[in-house]
């Protein structure tokens, strides 16, 4: 099988190793830098097992920046470009998934093409519609970042949205299912088929529950945190009760990173002409949780803050959206110096605040220091950091 993957983030790149094992894989990327990478069997991204799979000379991959070339052969395209949430709008921006219809669309028009990419509710369907075709596809992702290609090769679910009164889609959606199963190491993976706007309700109703989840254990860390209680005790006995388990339960300084701020964003957006009350105090209690830890930092007066990783999660490079940033802004509005440690960044500065690479000199200028998340590299100066991680996970 002939596939053309657009796109080489998480999504992009973790597809495009996964369904290369076993078909011939032409990747698209508009930054000649990663393509190079890719083609010298190097990820662009950081995934330990991305990492290793490139190795493989059993891979039939290659990349390039010429996206028609790619498109003119392909019987499946596979569009996984960002689509970041446009605050203004209030709405995704899908112009780099519109543009990459339309020129597929030209250039192979018999070509399937499946979205990959998160798009708002009823999208799909308006595609298909515009250009009066059934040869659109949409199969929701659910991955984590750094470890894309591990929830491909060990997916929760498959789930493909395809027109339902086209027997051939029907048939195309099954196709695809049956060549990520081929690559997948897992068995028996649960599989739904549905209309493809459901689908795209799946995938952004998935991701404002964690992030309701997320915001629960939050506000009962605030909660604890306020009243002087024990919050590890007070969860540890909430999630005995098997019906909510012991799992998503660290406290954090809000949820973040690439997919949970847009996606339930652009889900109340979808609200828009729909009573709820839940969807709405979701958004809110994300930005709540934020204003109540910068005003715990400012409560402690601190001179300078340290701020120690920019990352949402430990083997991630994505900083998207985290959590931290949005106390940084606040503590730093207020008149309270900031420095960076993220050795993943090149630059010298952040948004105004210097960047510290050497981990040492960074905990030697600061008298305060903020974590999301705590790393045994923070243990000398524990003493000086403020983190809500109770269970050392993410």
């Not at 250009?131 to 493909?160: C, M, Q, W």
């Not at 952004?204 to 909660?223: H, I, M, Q």
Request: some cysteine; proline content about 4%.
């Amino acid at each position: 099988m002939r596939i053309t993957v657009v796109g080489t983030g998480y999504v992009g790149l973790s597809n495009s190793v996964l369904l290369s094992q076993y078909n011939d894989v032409t990747a698209v990327d508009i930054v000649p830098e990663k393509v190079d990478m890719i083609n010298k069997r190097q990820s662009p991204i950081v995934d330990k097992e991305i990492e290793e799979y490139l190795k493989k000379d059993s891979l039939r991959l290659r990349a390039t920046t010429d996206a028609i070339s790619a498109y003119e052969n392909a019987e499946f395209i596979i569009v996984s470009t960002p689509t970041n949430y446009d605050e203004k709008l209030n709405y995704f921006d899908t112009s780099s998934v519109r543009s990459v219809v339309e020129q597929a669309r030209k250039v192979n028009p018999d070509a399937y093409i499946i979205i990959k990419s998160t798009i708002p509710v009823g999208y799909t369907s308006d595609l298909m519609d515009e250009y009066e075709t059934d040869h659109i596809l949409f199969s929701p992702e659910f991955l984590r970042e750094g470890k894309a290609l591990y929830d491909n090769l060990y997916p929760s679910r498959i789930i493909v949205g395809y027109n339902t009164d086209s027997e051939e889609a029907e048939e195309k959606a099954h196709i695809f299912t049956d060549l990520l199963k081929q690559g997948a190491l897992k068995k028996d993976i649960p599989t739904l088929f549905m209309n493809t706007t459901e689908a795209e309700s799946v995938k952004l109703f998935a991701n404002t529950y964690l992030a309701l989840r997320v915001s629960f254990f939050n506000e009962l860390d605030t909660y604890a945190e306020v009243r002087g209680l024990n919050t590890k005790n007070i969860i540890d006995g909430v999630c005995l009760d098997p019906r909510i388990g012991d799992f998503y339960n660290n406290p954090s300084f809000g949820y973040g990173g690439y997919c949970l701020p847009k996606d339930t964003k652009q889900l109340l957006a979808n609200y828009e002409d729909v009573p709820n009350n839940l969807i709405t105090a979701i958004v809110d209690a994300n930005r709540t949780r934020k204003d109540y830890i910068a005003d715990r930092i400012w409560a402690l007066q601190p001179k300078k803050v340290g701020v120690y990783r920019l990352t949402m999660k430990a083997g991630s490079d994505n900083f998207r959206q985290s959590a931290i940033q949005g106390i940084m802004k606040r503590i730093k509005s207020r008149g309270i110096e900031c420095v960076v440690y993220e050795p993943t960044l090149k630059e010298d500065s952040f948004f105004n605040s210097k960047v510290i690479n050497d981990l040492n000199e960074f905990k030697k200028e600061c008298d305060f220091i903020i974590a999301n998340r705590l790393t045994p590299e923070l243990s000398d100066v524990v003493d000086k950091v403020y983190t809500r991680d109770l269970f050392g996970n993410e």
